[in-house]
């Protein structure tokens, strides 16, 4: 209000704690926002107030960036000091993460979205990352390109983008100093059009044969696939932990052939019905000294496949010079695909907690019910144990399902609708519910009154003495209402290319007012006598009277 007073429209924030004062207080960020203020964050002059020993047990630079990821996300934008002032942003003198940059300037492939959840899921712990969008109003145009000049790495996915000389010249010359670049899909013709250059912009026409060492001639019918299979007879950290067969490329087969002398062939792909191989990713060793990683995949169906990610992050980490992850380490967290324009009447895949109007645009507008599920494996350990299910603040009203057993409700559903946000609940697993040593189905009912629906508190956790399993991570999603999805046999997460829940941790400490929900005989209302046996209260409290 005060600024308001005296005409100020446009804050930029900076500070400590990101998290707390900086968010939260009345001068803050959240404030500001609702009341309408243009807002933006310089990120580089702000810290987190953030704990490594607690989940994700991440570093204080990586929960830094976290924090300042999710006021993107859902506050404002942020700009660095640099852009303020010129020179360089400010950095954490012991941040010795590799500084990653991802250019991502195309509409076929939605990398856009893709990239930016791959870099969430994989890339944080090890790398610091920047992304350069263009922008959306202007297509030959990078804002903040010049965050290349602090880059140690650049991966690109790009197409037919002409651009101004000063910003091309920015990555010519992060190229020419021999840094290592990692390219997807497009990135063979990121920066020329195909045909005349549109005037005042400039153009790299030989990057294919320059910077990607490969020799784009097109690709297969727009009606093909590529089947993709890694090179058995090739030894290189890049293939660490893909398998050795044959998995489907979400498009078309890029032609390729015949790649540099000083390329290195990693991976090949064919279509059905063709006999003719293309090389579909490799290295290069450029004349500037530098190394590139190049895949011809990159389509928004290739980031469902576990061994194009695993493909992608370990050309990210051997182009940084950093050993790849281990053979054993799993990729089983797919990313989103997303409903498309077409509807919403399939399942899908989200992420929880989260709620489902910011993960995609056609989510935006979407209340009513919905239903979210997943599988989990139970270990037969915990056989005869007894165990519960935790969930917090389901927006806005919510039913919980173990294999078809309906285990808790919080609120009330329509008709007799009832708000249940800001409940949490321990809901007891009956023992004819779960199935030790077995997979198991968890599903969730959810009514959305309106504005955003779905998981607003924590991770969801199986409980089980001091031993729980956190369902944190990918859920199937869909709009609609049917209670015959509660009844789902294990089996449809692998459809997605999911994994079962199975990791085991300590329980976590749940809020002490967190409601203890008994329902052994499922749809039977307890009496008000037999529900006080069922209340869990703190100490100093005592339910005296139950009416209903």
């Known amino acids: 209000y005060l600024m308001q007073q005296r005409g100020i429209e446009n804050v930029i924030v900076m500070g400590v704690h990101t998290n707390m004062c900086v968010l939260g207080r009345p001068f803050s960020i959240r404030q500001m926002v609702y009341q309408g203020m243009n807002v933006a964050l310089m990120r580089d002059m702000t810290d987190t107030m953030y704990n490594p020993a607690m989940k994700p047990f991440a570093s204080h630079f990586t929960g830094n960036d976290l924090v300042v990821e999710h006021i993107e996300k859902f506050w404002c934008p942020t700009i660095t000091s640099a852009d303020f002032l010129g020179g360089k942003s400010f950095t954490f003198a012991k941040d010795k993460r590799p500084h990653l940059v991802i250019i991502s300037a195309e509409d076929e492939y939605k990398t856009e979205i893709t990239l930016p959840e791959f870099a969430a899921k994989h890339l944080g712990k090890d790398f610091k990352v920047s992304f350069v969008f263009e922008t959306p109003s202007k297509k030959y145009d990078l804002p903040g390109i010049d965050v290349v000049n602090e880059a140690d790495v650049l991966l690109i996915s790009a197409r037919r983008r002409p651009i101004p000389k000063s910003q091309l010249d920015a990555i010519r010359k992060y190229v020419a100093a021999g840094k290592p670049v990692v390219g997807i899909r497009t990135a063979s013709h990121a920066f020329h059009a195909r045909d005349k250059q549109p005037e005042g912009l400039d153009a790299w026409v030989d990057i294919d044969k320059e910077l990607i060492g490969g020799n784009y001639q097109g690709h297969t019918s727009n009606t093909s696939k590529g089947i993709i299979r890694p090179l058995a007879d090739v030894k290189h950290p890049i293939l660490t932990g893909i398998p050795a067969g044959e998995f489907p490329s979400g498009g ?31 290295t290069f060793d450029r004349k500037d000294g530098g190394r590139t990683f190049y895949t011809s995949l990159g389509h928004l169906d290739d980031f469902q496949q576990p061994a ?123 023992p004819a519910a779960i199935k030790p040593g077995e997979v198991n189905v968890v599903a969730i009912r959810v009514f959305d009154e309106g504005g955003s629906g779905g998981f607003k508190g924590g991770v969801p956790q199986i409980i089980a003495g001091n031993e729980a399993i956190s369902l944190e991570g990918q859920w199937q999603f869909r709009v609609g209402d049917d209670l015959a999805w509660a009844n789902a046999k294990p089996g449809f997460f692998a459809e997605d290319g999911l994994l079962p829940f199975e990791k085991i941790g300590p329980a976590p400490k749940v809020s002490q007012f967190a409601t203890v929900i008994r329902r052994e005989a499922q749809q039977t209302p307890l009496s008000p006598r037999e529900s006080m046996d069922h209340f869990k209260v703190p100490d100093d409290l005592q339910v005296d009277l139950v009416l209903a």
């Not at 991976?267 to 006999?275: K, L, Q, T, V, Y």
């Open 308 to 430: 194009f990610q695993r493909l992608l992050l370990n050309g990210i980490f051997w182009a940084a010079g950093l050993p790849v992850p281990p053979a054993d380490k799993k990729i089983g967290a797919i990313l989103p695909r997303f409903p498309g324009d077409e509807g919403l009447a399939d399942w899908t895949v989200l992420s929880v907690p989260g709620t489902w109007e910011s993960q995609h645009k056609n989510l935006a507008n979407v209340d009513g019910f919905a239903w979210y599920r997943c599988e989990v494996k139970v270990p037969d350990a915990w056989k005869g144990r007894g165990g519960y299910l935790y969930v917090e603040k389901i927006d806005n009203a919510a039913e919980c399902f173990i294999n078809g057993a309906k285990v808790g409700i919080s609120g009330a559903m329509p008709p007799k609708y009832a708000n249940g946000v800001e409940n949490m609940h321990r809901y007891v697993i009956p």
């Open 252 to 282: 078309t087969l890029y032609l390729n052939t015949p790649l540099d002398p000083k390329a290195t062939e990693l991976m090949r792909g064919r279509i059905e019905g063709n006999d003719k191989h293309e090389p579909v990713a490799w």
